[in-house]
């Protein structure tokens, strides 16, 4: 039998060990799960008699070079920092691997050797990274095939809470990473182009320039300016666009009423609180605020942060509870957004018969025989349950589609890759359609000057 090694059984792996399974007697395949949780690997293998759980330290050199050995093909769901000593390992026993993930620096760094022993080494091959690469360049590929010049693309991805689930006045939930929902935005301005013309969104400002979408049957969204759009003009092979964005999609009155905690300053994880562990939530939020000897906690910040009391904002924060005198912080020497993420997920964590849901939307602006025309894709993708998500549907799926097509040697260029050509993406977005995975696609006029981006 021809064996897959997953390593890595975490959220996102449920219905990429699934699909393999499934696939189990007519590929003629042995999965092999790898986590350093054997019972979470165990649960999602089920004894299935073509799979086999094992306990895999990655840090442990000596169990993670022998379970590479013995695969014939290598997915790795781990953080993506720790993808580059499992890539290393298939160069050395001439394995192909598979990953979700933005490509590292070092794993770039690999590409000459993949290529030198004819590996393919695909990354960015889940959702977003993934299948917005693969929407994206069918369509981009389609109009230039046509004779169109691509003058706008806009692309928006969020992880969203489905609307039978969304029963607090954020309309969020954690639906994928805490920390990354915290941290979101910073280290650097955002960065874009409008027109022909760079343009920038600092951290501060970050969450009060948003755009509105729209989406056939859910309604109204909101986007904010991802870091860096403009690294996808090389990636996708568009350099002479002119304006080209990207950013993350929430329910309209979030961005707002996160700013606050921008504003704050909750949300840096640039240094420590003292004596956090005995701070309650009431005195986290006070140690951002004057002091005064008669005001309220409330009345100082609704003051500093100028939120009326009707404001539904100032609903929204009462909601998380932040001004608790009994909630205690019990974290040991955190940071102000480690705390924040600890309030949070109180109240955003799913509760057991949530659903989630994955929304993308794509805008494409291209010139044709001497008149621009516009067209909208989008994509909606509801979770089944906590096991099998839509995010892990989104993200699993195409890793595991991408796998199957190498080990069948349908996808054969080497190197460290992206799902940015016609091999990698027709296939897997023809049969992630057959999972609900699909795209709707509109002609409108043609928009292109959003004043919201100047």
Same mark, same amino acid.
Request: proline letters at 4%; glycine letters at 6%; aromatic letters at 10%.
């Given at each position: 039998?021809? !064996? ?48 086999? +759980? ?25 953080? +993506? ?6 890539? /290393? ?16 620096? =070092? ?7 993949? /290529?030198?022993? &004819? ?7 889940? %959702? ?8 994206? $360049? ?33 309309? #969020?939930?954690? @639906? ?5 929902? %915290?941290?979101?935005?910073? &280290? ?11 343009? #920038?969104?600092?951290? !501060?400002?970050?969450?009060?320039? @948003? ?29 002479? %666009? ?73 609903? *929204? ?14 974290? *040991? ?26 929304? $993308? #939307?794509? /805008?494409?602006?291209?010139?044709? !025989? ?29 890793? +595991? $589609? ?18 940015? !050509?016609? =091999? ?31």
């Amino acid at each position: 039998m021809r !064996n897959i090694l997953v390593i890595g059984s975490g959220k996102s792996a449920s219905y990429l060990i699934k699909y393999l399974l499934d696939k189990s007697e007519t590929e003629n395949l042995h999965i092999t799960v790898g986590d350093l949780d054997i019972a979470n690997a165990s649960k999602l293998t089920n004894n299935h008699k073509n799979a086999t +759980a094992i306990a895999l330290d990655v840090f442990n050199a000596k169990s993670r070079l022998e379970a590479v050995k013995a695969a014939d093909m290598v997915i790795s769901m781990l953080p +993506a920092r720790f993808h580059i000593e499992v890539a /290393k390992d298939c160069i050395t026993y001439n394995k192909n691997m598979v990953t979700a993930s933005y490509v590292s620096d =070092e794993m770039q760094a690999l590409d000459a050797q993949a /290529k030198e022993k &004819g590996l393919v080494f695909m990354n960015e091959i889940g %959702v977003d990274p993934g299948i917005d690469h693969m929407s994206a $360049m069918q369509v981009i590929d389609r109009i230039e095939a046509e004779g169109g010049k691509l003058i706008l693309f806009e692309s928006f991805t969020g992880g969203l809470v489905a609307p039978e689930s969304d029963n607090n006045l954020w309309n #969020y939930k954690f @639906t994928w990473n805490p920390r990354n929902v %915290v941290l979101a935005g910073q &280290g650097s301005a955002a960065k874009f182009l409008q027109e022909g013309t760079y343009k #920038y969104i600092p951290y !501060n400002r970050l969450f009060r320039r @948003t755009e509105f979408l729209e989406v056939d049957g859910f309604g109204r969204f909101e986007a904010y300016a991802n870091r860096d759009s403009l690294k996808y003009q090389s990636i996708y092979g568009i350099d002479d %666009v002119k304006t080209l964005y990207r950013g993350t999609i929430r329910k309209v009155g979030f961005s707002r009423a996160w700013n606050i905690f921008a504003a704050l300053g909750l949300t840096d994880d640039s240094y420590t609180i003292d004596d956090s562990e005995n701070m309650s939530y009431r005195d986290f939020v006070n140690s951002f605020l004057p002091y005064s000897p008669t005001d309220s906690v409330e009345i100082k910040f609704r003051h500093a942060l100028k939120i009326d009391q009707d404001d539904i904002v100032w609903d *929204k924060l009462e909601e998380l509870d932040i001004f608790s005198p009994t909630k205690m912080v019990t974290l *040991k020497k955190a940071t102000p957004a480690q705390i924040l993420q600890k309030i949070l997920m109180d109240s955003w964590t799913l509760d057991p018969t949530d659903k989630d849901m994955i929304v $993308m #939307y794509h /805008k494409f602006g291209y010139e044709l !025989n001497g008149k621009k025309h516009q067209i909208d894709s989008t994509m909606v993708t509801l979770g089944e349950d906590q096991t099998y998500t839509a995010m892990a549907k989104t993200v699993g799926l195409p890793v +595991a $589609m991408a796998a199957m097509a190498i080990l069948n040697k349908k996808i054969t260029t080497p190197g460290v890759l992206r799902p940015i !050509n016609k =091999e990698v993406y027709e296939p897997i977005l023809e049969e992630l359609e057959d999972y609900g995975i699909i795209f709707k696609e509109k002609k409108v006029p043609y928009l292109g000057y959003n004043p919201l981006h100047v």
